[in-house]
C-alpha cells in the first residue's frame, strides 16, 4: 500500500510587527518552489502583505481564508495560483480582521486552521503560514496547525524581550492544543552589519539559543523592501540582488534541517 505524503506546515510568527515576518514566508515559500517543491503560502494576517506580495491583489472576494474559516468554504476552492510556478496562495482580506471575535463563541476555535489545511495537506510539499503580528487567535489557529515556528527577528534591542513572550505561548499551545510542535529556527532579519548594536544582540541570540538559530542571515537590503510593492517575490524582481541570495542560502540551510529530521 502506497504511503500518503503530507506537506510540512511551517508557521511563520513573531507579534512584534516589522521584523521581517511577511518577507521571509513569501520569498523562503518561491524559494521552495523555485526548487521544484509544491508549496502553499496562507495569508493569516488580515493586511494581506504576503497576498500581495505574490501578485494576489483585489481576487476573488469569495476566494479567501476568512471563507474558510466562516463559512465552511471547500479550501481548495479558495486557493489561488500566483505568478511563481509550484506556489499558490490561500489569500487574505480584511474581513479578517473580525474573525477573531466570530470565532469566540465557536468550538474548537483554536483548530479551525487545522481543520482547513487538513483537506489539501496531501497535495503540497511544505505549507507556509504567515501570522499576524499579534498573539490572538489567528496566531494560536496557526501554531496550532504547523508542525514546527520559524521566527523572524530584527536584532534590535527589544527582540529579546518580545522573544520571551512568544516562546511562552508556543510552550502553552504545544502542551495543550499541539503536542508536536516545535521551533523549527530562529531567523534574524533586516541585519545591519555596520551596527554595532546588532552584533551585540545577534551574539546573545547566538549564546542563548545555539543551533535553533539560522546560519544565513538576511540583510537589510533596498531591493528586498521594494519588492512586494511590485507584486513580486525577490527571485522575481532582481535574483542578483543580496536579498536574493541570502534567501537561496536559507532555502538550502532549511532543506538540509529538514532532510535531516526526517
Known sequence: MAVL?????????????????????????????GKGKKVLLVDSDPQGNASSGVGVFNSDPEKHLYHCYMNNTDTSQCIQPTNV?????????????????????????EK???????????????????????LGLLTINGLTAADSVIIPMQCEYFA???????????????????????????????????????HQVAEEIQNHFGDQVFKTVIPRN????????????????????PGAKAFIKLGNEFLKRHRKGQ
Do not use: W
Open 112 to 134: 479551525r486552521l487545522k481543520s482547513i489545511l487538513r483537506q489539501v495537506r496531501d497535495k503540497y510539499d511544505f505549507i507556509i503560514i504567515d501570522c499576524p503580528p499579534s
Open 222 to 241: 533596498v531591493r528586498l523592501s521594494e519588492s512586494p510593492s511590485h507584486g513580486k517575490t525577490i527571485l522575481e524582481y532582481d535574483k542578483n540582488c
Open 160 to 198: 529579546l524581550e518580545g522573544l520571551a513572550q512568544l516562546i511562552a505561548t508556543i510552550r502553552k499551545v504545544k502542551k495543550s492544543l499541539n503536542r508536536g510542535l516545535y521551533i523549527e529556527g530562529l531567523l534574524m532579519s533586516m541585519y545591519d552589519r555596520r551596527n554595532r548594536l546588532t
Open 85 to 109: 510556478k509550484n506556489l499558490s496562495v490561500l489569500a487574505a482580506s480584511i474581513d479578517l480582521v473580525g474573525v477573531e471575535v466570530e470565532l469566540i463563541s465557536l468550538k474548537n476555535r
Open 5 to 33: 505524503k503530507y506537506a510540512k506546515i511551517l508557521a511563520f510568527a513573531n507579534q512584534k510587527g516589522g521584523v521581517g515576518k511577511t518577507t521571509t514566508a513569501l520569498n523562503l515559500s518561491a524559494v521552495l518552489a
